[in-house]
Nanobody, 124 residues
Framework: QVQLVESGGALVHAGDSLRLSCATSGFTLYYYTIAWFRQAPGKEREGVSA????????IYADSIKGRFTISSDNAQNTVYLQMNNLRPEDTAVYYC?????????????????WGQGTQVTVDS
């Protein structure tokens, strides 16, 4: 069955870096769009970044542009989110999600499968 498993979340200090991983199974990553979303306490879930794994096209939320980088290793069926210069406002549960549509979107209804999330906490 389809599974997405996030890992790499941690408690870090402002300015530190983290790399989140989204390990996928049960489908061929090449034919999917993978996105990272996050949900901070008391806030709605928001899109962070997405990648069409077949051609490498990406999108980023304005709040993280220049600090986060999404990438995919199709051979390893894994998508990464490199997060640099972390800020306290990046504190959230980070989720990866998979869409069968090959389009870049932060619309949650486009995503068929979701992971369970990984906690990122950035203190000042």
């Amino acid at each position: 069955q389809v599974q997405l498993v996030e890992s790499g979340g941690a408690l870090v200090h402002a300015g530190d870096s983290l790399r989140l991983s989204c390990a996928t199974s049960g489908f061929t990553l090449y034919y999917y769009t993978i996105a990272w979303f996050r949900q901070a306490p008391g806030k709605e879930r928001e899109g962070v970044s997405a990648i069409v794994t077949s051609d490498g096209d990406t999108i980023y939320a304005d709040s993280i542009k220049g600090r986060f980088t999404i990438s995919s290793d199709n051979a390893q069926n894994t998508v990464y989110l490199q997060m640099n210069n972390l800020r306290p406002e990046d504190t959230a549960v980070y989720y990866c999600a998979a869409s069968e549509e090959l389009l870049l979107s932060f619309e949650e209804y486009e995503y068929n499968y979701w992971g369970q999330g990984t906690q990122v906490t950035v203190d000042s």
